[in-house]
């Protein structure tokens, strides 16, 4: 008896089949995901490279009054709430989410899983090149880095990650629509938040990290769609 509510768990975990043997759909994801993720890598740097220099930061810009509206709204729960987020949207945090996430699913939908690892991995690389072009200044008086501010880090690979698996978990059916906003995009929108609020980004490197997420996503998802065809379509 238990061994069939296992199964059957494990069954509803992953409602679309693999199209094909697992080679055809290992192929067919990485070209897939490989062709829409290069047409991020052209043109996010170019945007970047576009831009360098050219974001100022002086009174009455969108950078300055979101940041002292930040500054402005400083109080103890929201400090300890805004290292949770920064926390949750880390490397780390991101890391932990995808291998668990990864190894969860990889039980009954397979090697197409990975995707949800490749996500935060693309998010980074080209969050760096991003930053490589631009060297934008970090805001002052705010947590210390070394790296140039735009775009925000910890957003494209909070986005990426968390974008990526609400969409497939929704997918499979294994959460409701309301769960898949919470998870896909009111997180995401928490972590760039926490940023802003810890003076370690402006709000235009937020919505680049926000927007470098959504494109490595969209990638991502839509090679998880691509090879996950049911065989009747």
Excluded at 184 to 211: C, F, K, N, Q
Aim: net charge positive; aromatic share 8%.
């Amino acid at each position: 008896m238990r061994s069939a509510v296992r199964m059957d768990n494990k069954a509803r975990a992953c409602a679309t089949p693999e199209s094909g043997s697992k080679d055809r759909a290992t192929r067919g994801l990485v070209f897939v995901w490989a062709l829409l993720v290069a047409l991020a890598f052209v043109s996010v740097p170019g945007a970047a490279y576009l831009m360098r220099g050219g974001l100022q930061h002086g009174p009455g810009t969108l950078d300055e009054r979101v940041r002292e509206r930040m500054l402005f709204a400083h109080s103890g729960p929201l400090d300890v709430l805004s290292v949770i987020w920064d926390l949750v949207g880390s490397t780390l945090g991101m890391g932990i989410i995808a291998v668990g996430a990864t190894s969860w699913l990889w039980r009954s939908c397979g090697r197409t899983a990975a995707i949800i690892v490749a996500a935060p991995a693309t998010a980074m690389l080209l969050n760096n090149l991003a930053k490589l072009f631009s060297q934008r200044p970090r805001p002052l008086g705010g947590v210390a880095h070394f790296t140039s501010s735009f775009p925000s880090g910890h957003t494209a690979t909070s986005t990426a990650v968390l974008m990526t698996l609400a969409l497939v978990l929704r997918r499979e059916r294994a959460v409701s629509w309301p769960a898949t906003v919470l998870i896909g995009v009111l997180s995401p929108l928490m972590v760039g938040e926490s940023r802003l609020y810890r003076d370690a980004h402006w709000a235009t490197d937020v919505i680049g990290g926000w927007i470098v997420g959504t494109i490595v996503s969209m990638a991502s998802v839509t090679a998880y769609v691509y090879v996950r065809q049911s065989p009747e379509r």
